[in-house]
């Protein structure tokens, strides 16, 4: 590997968690003066996620999954304003944590095993009475946490294939500058040695592993796709999103880019952001239509 890129991917993870920290939330709690319930999904200190539930009937339910470059220094607090804005707009908000590189058996599989068994965790809500609608759900994540919104989105589409018993199915997916060509991503230093870290070696190394966990080499996904990107982002480049859009639409996907003008990588955490804005409209006419 060149200087050059070496420079360019610590450059990349520097900006990216110098970013995380100035717009790291303080927690928030919803008007209706609820707080969130936290519930496990697994055995594990991190397999837990934060269940914010609006008080209108059988909402549509919305999984956040945040992001930080799978790392462990960050956690779902990220999605703290977020959850509680969307369940003020009448949403149930999942908002999941994951292991993330820097914890026992993180990256792969364990990160990604870890995504799947907290979406179907609803399940069990719903066995449990909590009032929400399992036939729209909505998985939307930033940044990695976008990677693995969409890949969760394409890898349940696989597992299922061919099955009908599973009472809860994602129906729509966003990614907010969502990483979501992990090969590429590589190629352009996107997260310093993040990407590396996350599957255990390099695309040459791992490439079983790259095309299992790499959304888009698990196009199509056959569900509403919504990439949401800034033009000004320097930490995952707006390329990444817009060469990933053209391959979903290539192989028959409903999949849409909207291209925030002056926008970078961080306004997706504030619920006062043309970002946000963006992502409520969508999910008003996908989710509840």
Same mark, same amino acid.
């Given at each position: 590997m060149s200087s050059g890129a070496t420079c360019r991917r610590e450059n990349s993870e520097r900006a990216g968690a110098a970013a995380l920290q100035r717009l790291r939330p303080e927690r928030v709690y919803m008007d209706n003066g609820q707080v969130p319930k936290t519930i496990k999904y697994g055995s594990l200190p991190d397999q837990a996620g934060d269940l914010y539930l @609006?008080?209108?009937?059988? @909402? @549509?339910?919305?999984?956040?999954?945040? !992001?930080?470059?799978?790392?462990?220094?960050?956690?779902? *607090?990220q999605m703290d304003a977020i959850a509680? *804005?969307?369940?003020?707009?009448?949403f149930a908000v999942w908002n999941l944590e994951y292991r993330r590189l820097g914890v026992p058996n993180a990256g792969w599989p364990g990160t990604f095993d870890d995504v799947l068994a907290g979406i179907d965790r609803l399940t069990g809500f719903a066995a449990d009475g909590i009032d929400i609608d399992l036939h729209r759900?909505?998985?939307?994540?930033?940044?990695?946490? !976008?990677?693995?919104?969409?890949?969760? %989105? $394409?890898?349940?589409?696989?597992? *299922? $294939?061919?099955?009908?018993t599973r009472e809860c199915r994602i129906s729509a997916v966003v990614g907010q500058a969502p990483v979501a060509d992990l090969q590429r991503a590589f190629e352009l230093g996107t997260g310093g040695? %993040?990407?590396?870290?996350?599957?255990g070696g390099t695309p040459t190394e791992r490439a079983e592993r790259y095309r299992r966990a790499s959304p888009r080499a698990l196009l199509p996904m056959n569900v509403p796709q919504l990439l949401i990107h800034g033009t000004l982002d320097d930490?995952?480049?707006?390329?990444?999103?817009?060469?990933?859009?053209?391959?979903?639409?290539? %192989?028959? *996907?409903r999949a849409e880019l909207v291209e925030l003008p002056g926008a970078g990588h961080m306004e997706f955490l504030d619920p006062a952001s043309p970002a946000h804005a963006v992502l409520c409209n969508w999910l008003n006419r996908v989710a509840l239509a």
């Open positions: @609006p008080s209108t009937p059988h @909402p @549509p339910v919305i999984c956040l999954l945040h !992001g930080g470059f799978w790392r462990a220094s960050y956690g779902r *607090d509680a *804005d969307l369940a003020r707009r009448g759900v909505v998985v939307s994540g930033h940044s990695a946490g !976008g990677h693995l919104a969409l890949w969760a %989105a $394409a890898r349940e589409r696989g597992r *299922d $294939a061919g099955k009908s040695s %993040a990407v590396r870290e996350l599957m930490v995952v480049p707006l390329e990444i999103s817009r060469t990933y859009t053209e391959a979903a639409r290539a %192989a028959g *996907d």
